[in-house]
């Protein structure tokens, strides 16, 4: 059996190191145009929860719900049972406002459980911004402006908070007063002098 050899030339100088070079350069592009491929291209409420977990500042809860405190607060925290005036701004991932309020008052459990359960979080006067996943939210189902399956974002800012039972004595406070003592005739209901 013959074997035959090929010579092989030796590689010029500078040569391999221009190889590299050139694999480097291609492979910088090819990231490149990955990166400018997926600009403009929403990514999924999963993904976007999933990397802002990582994010700064951001406390995910066991439900799901991420909220960042932007302000603390002071004393006590609100219950179901308390309804609270909290100043609000709602949008998507995307920016689009969706709702806004400088002074609101909402029942904690009369709105969707991931504002409710952030709410509770809060103190008087802390402002936080809170990332409510879709099944914290309307879920797969769209409500006005809001599309289905979306991730809320609110800025909110607790002012203060009462109790239901607190707010329905106020109540019949008020009524008392306007109405005076019950029973009695509001002035000039009575018969009048000289009729």
């Not at 607190?166 to 000289?194: C, D, K, S, Y």
Request: net charge negative; no cysteine; proline share 9%.
């Amino acid at each position: 059996m013959s074997t035959t050899a090929v010579p092989l030339r030796p590689i010029a100088k500078g040569s391999l190191t221009r190889l590299w070079i050139g694999v480097a350069a291609i492979a910088l592009a090819a990231g490149g145009l990955a990166w400018a491929g997926q600009q403009g291209v929403e990514a999924s409420p999963s993904a976007f929860l999933t990397q802002n977990t990582h994010a700064d500042g951001v406390v995910t809860t066991e439900s799901g719900l991420q909220y960042k405190v932007l302000s603390e607060g002071a004393g006590a925290s609100p219950t179901p049972a308390d309804v609270a005036l909290v100043g609000y701004k709602g949008t998507l991932l995307d920016g689009t406002v969706f709702d806004e309020n400088p002074q609101a008052p909402m029942p904690i459990d009369g709105v969707v459980p991931g504002f409710s359960e952030g709410l509770q979080k809060m103190k008087k006067g802390g402002k936080y911004r809170l990332w409510i996943p879709p099944q914290l939210g309307y879920g797969d189902q769209a409500a006005g402006p809001i599309p289905a399956g979306s991730v809320l974002v609110f800025d909110v800012t607790l002012h203060d908070f009462k109790s239901k039972a607190e707010l329905m004595q106020l109540q019949q406070q008020m009524q008392q007063q306007q109405g005076g003592p019950q029973g009695a005739m509001p002035p000039g209901a009575g018969p009048q002098p000289g009729n």
